[in-house]
């Protein structure tokens, strides 16, 4: 993946490469997104590493009573907010200094947050949905971290997801999170237009 990435050509009139890093929750995106970085800063990459968990939208809008999964699928994140004035410029221009809206998986509010990244030529951008129908025609590259629900939900109790004790959190992800990732995979197959498919399941070692 570390060679693929760097034999990506960036876009003629644009300073950065965009990879896109997706999976279910607790795949283990996060982890191979910061080892693949650890991996091109070595090899000379000037890499900015970016979550889209800071683009939440606050509790009222991403959850609802009726049909949980599809609304978190719809209206979890920011996406259009977060490529107009961060992803976009960055490709572009390869720096950026933004004072973004950011917010907690368990933050009521927003809150200001500094993004600072300068001479980029390496955007990895890792999270949930990234590959839906409507965003995954923005990427020079495709990861997907594949990973059983079963072996996601433990990994999330054993990380105590949002804080939650283990009860909450397979309540959370059973009637939430895993649902929405049920419409993703439906909707979306994701799987069918990734480049690369990384087995980060625990019968994969």
């Known amino acids: 993946m570390v060679a693929a990435i760097l034999n990506t050509p ?3 009139g644009y300073k950065a490469r965009l990879v896109a890093i997706s999976g279910i929750d607790s795949s283990g995106k996060g982890f191979i997104a910061s080892k693949l970085s650890q991996s091109l800063d070595l090899l000379g990459a000037h890499v900015a590493l970016i979550g889209i968990d800071g683009w939440l939208n606050l509790p009222p809008v991403r959850f609802a009573r009726d049909d949980p ?14 490529f107009s004035q961060l992803i976009d410029p960055l490709v572009r221009m390869g720096s950026i200094d933004l004072l973004m809206d950011f917010t907690g998986e368990r ?29 995954r025609s923005r990427y020079d590259l495709k990861v997907w971290i594949d990973c ?47 480049d690369f498919i990384f087995k980060n399941d625990v019968d994969a070692h």
Do not use: W
């Not at 433990?154 to 909450?168: C, D, H, K, Y």
């Open 107 to 135: 933050a009521d509010d927003y809150r200001k947050h500094r993004c600072v990244f300068a001479e980029v030529d390496t955007i990895l951008l890792e999270g949930i949905f990234l590959f839906r129908h409507d965003l």
């Open 148 to 194: 059983s629900f079963e072996t996601a939900l433990q990994r999330a109790i054993t990380r105590s997801q949002e804080g939650l004790n283990a009860e909450e959190t397979i309540a959370a992800y059973q009637t939430i999170y895993f649902p929405a990732e049920r419409v993703h995979l439906l909707d979306d197959d994701p799987l069918a237009y990734a």
């Open 10 to 12: 960036i876009a003629s």
């Open 69 to 82: 999964g599809r609304h978190f699928y719809k209206n979890a994140f920011r996406f259009d907010q977060m």
